[in-house]
Every structure is written in C-alpha cells, then in structure tokens.
C-alpha cells in the first residue's frame, strides 16, 4: 500500500541532486515521499495520464511493456539514478506499466510543478533542470536501444547475467528477494528458462539461491557469463549526467 509523508532525503535521487540551488529551493517544498512495496503497481500501462512524476530513492522500479497476449517484457529497470514520468511530463501517452521490484522510497511532485520550474527559468539561461531531462532522455534511448539488441542477439543466461548484475549496481547488498516466475515475468521468457539459466551460474558459483533469494557469490564470474551489454547500459544507467550536449551551456 502507498504510504504518503514529508521530504526528507530527496538529494539521493541523482536527477534532484542535479538541480541548482534556485531550482531545489522553488522544488522541495513539494515533493512528497512515497513509501511502496515489492509488486506494487506505480502506474498501469492504460491508466489515465499520470499526474506525477517520480524520484527514486531506495525503490527500484521495473517499466513493463504489456503485450496483447497478457505477456510482459521489462523495457528498462530505474532506481536512485533516475525518474518515472518523463513521457507524461513531455505530454505523451503512458504506454508502459510501472511494478515496484524492491520495496523502498520515491519523492513525487506534480507534473504542473515541474514544468514550472522550466519556466521560471526564463531567458536566455538554460537551467540544470533542463539539461538533466535532455540527458537523461537520450540515456534511456540508449539503454532500451541495447536491451532491445541484447534480447535479440544474447542467449538467455547472457541476458539473465546482465539483468541481475544491474540490479545488484542498485543494491547496497549482494541480496536480492526474487523468485524465478518472476524474473521470467518481468523478462518476458517462461520461469523453467529462468530455472534453467540460473543452475548454470549456479554450477560457476557465480550465484547462487534458495527460497526465493538470490546471492551474489562472485561478481567477477558473473560478469564474465553476461555480454557486452551489462557495461553500455550500466555507463548509461549511473553516468550519463556526464554527457555534455553542444549548445546546452550558452
């Protein structure tokens, strides 16, 4: 169940933490805390246009495409680096579904909000708010254009590597509650697949599992198992405040 309750610690979140101090300062006011459990659903695929936008902090969130089918294929997996909304803030449809993967924190604020911190920016100065969103949009363009080459070119326990090695990154620990049927949910693949793939990491000792939890047992084994992908979207996914756009600093 949602849970509701002031700002706090909104600054984990790299994309708030990005803002200049005018911009924080007209922001924070507002932001509300959203406290959510694991399988919870954000925002549904055919909901009614979303009125947030939102901030990760300790959750980790898992953007679901839905298929006609009733199948469903991650798209991209969001935590403390990044933000939920960006296509309603831009004034598109919401297409994609939003699941909660690991219970934790989001702050929210309105849409209107944001958009007005844009425009009291005013003039001719471009504000860190607006270089962060162009940033972080061609970050996540980036990112689904690999999984979308991954899916289609590495074998399953490749892909099933670079999955779990990204979301141990977002995890302070080296566990993770998650159950085969699952992770085959949110890959889009039948959870025996899963079962199968991961005895074969489980037989390199890179992880192993019980119960529904997955250890992280050697990092450097399962690195060597996934493909080229967990690094491209991996500098994506935690640097790409370091990307410059010419014309964006004038």
């Not at 089918?69 to 449809?93: P, Q, R, W």
């Not at 003039?123 to 080459?149: C, D, E, P, W």
């Not at 084994?221 to 370091?242: D, H, T």
Request: aromatic letters at 8%.
């Amino acid at each position: 169940m949602m849970q509701i309750s002031d700002n706090c610690n909104s600054k984990e979140n790299h994309i708030i933490q990005a803002l200049s101090s005018s911009e924080y300062e007209y922001l924070a006011p507002h932001l509300e805390m959203v406290e959510m459990f694991k399988g919870e659903i954000l925002f549904e695929a055919d909901s009614t246009k979303s009125q947030y936008v939102y901030f990760p902090t300790t959750a980790v969130v898992s953007l679901l495409c839905y298929m006609e089918d009733g199948a469903t294929v991650e798209v991209a997996t969001i935590g403390k680096e990044g933000m939920l909304g960006i296509s309603a803030f831009l004034g598109g449809e919401g297409l994609i579904g939003a699941m909660i993967l690991t219970s934790g924190n989001l702050y929210r604020v309105s849409i209107n909000l944001l958009q007005n911190v844009l425009v009291r920016t005013g003039g001719r100065r471009v504000g860190n708010l607006h270089k962060v969103l162009l940033q972080y949009t061609y970050s996540m363009f980036i990112q689904i254009s690999q999984l979308t080459a991954c899916n289609r070119r590495h074998n399953l326990e490749q892909q099933l590597s670079r999955w779990l090695l990204l979301n141990f990154d977002r995890h302070s620990t080296n566990h993770m509650s998650l159950t085969h049927e699952s992770i085959g949910i949110i890959l889009g693949v039948p959870s025996e697949g899963i079962t199968e793939a991961a005895r074969k990491l489980k037989q390199f000792d890179a992880i192993d599992y019980s119960h529904g939890l997955i250890e992280l047992k050697d990092r450097s084994s399962l690195e060597r198992m996934s493909c080229e992908c967990y690094e491209i979207i991996k500098m994506q996914s935690f640097a790409y405040n370091q990307t410059d756009f010419p014309g964006l600093s004038r």
